[in-house]
Nanobody, 123 residues
Framework: VQLEASGGGLVQPWGSLRLSCAAAGLTLPTNIIGWFRQAPGKERDIVAA????????CYADSVKGRFTISRDDAKNTVALQMNRLKAEDTAVHYCAAGPDTWRISTMSSYSYWGQGTQVTVSS
């Protein structure tokens, strides 16, 4: 199983980025998918996650109303649309996948991790 996260980069405050997570060897619609991020010197935290079996999602309080997680089952990808970016969103963003569970915000629920993509928000 391989997860590949892409779409990171440098963006100015209030800008937008769209991250994508592509899976090989794993059918995303049957697994939970989460986006996590880790800033220098900080722990890795949940950003957003989705549970395809019931359509439920979760978001970190800091990104609610700005970020949207979505699925493209035909392409076997999950996207994270990030709008109104702030400097505090700067971090390496990781996508992860795991077997179906209601505990989609818990890191231990995820078995597979991508390599991470850097998001830098700066003027």
């Amino acid at each position: 199983v391989q997860l590949e996260a892409s779409g990171g980069g440098l963006v100015q405050p209030w800008g937008s980025l769209r991250l994508s997570c592509a899976a090989a060897g794993l059918t995303l619609p049957t697994n939970i998918i989460g986006w996590f991020r880790q800033a220098p010197g900080k722990e890795r935290d949940i950003v957003a996650a989705i549970r395809p079996s019931d359509g439920s999602t979760c978001y970190a309080d800091s990104v609610k109303g700005r970020f949207t997680i979505s699925r493209d089952d035909a392409k076997n990808t999950v996207a994270l649309q990030m709008n109104r970016l702030k400097a505090e969103d700067t971090a390496v963003h990781y996508c992860a996948a795991g077997p179906d569970t209601w505990r989609i915000s818990t890191m231990s629920s995820y078995s597979y991790w991508g390599q991470g993509t850097q998001v830098t928000v700066s003027s």
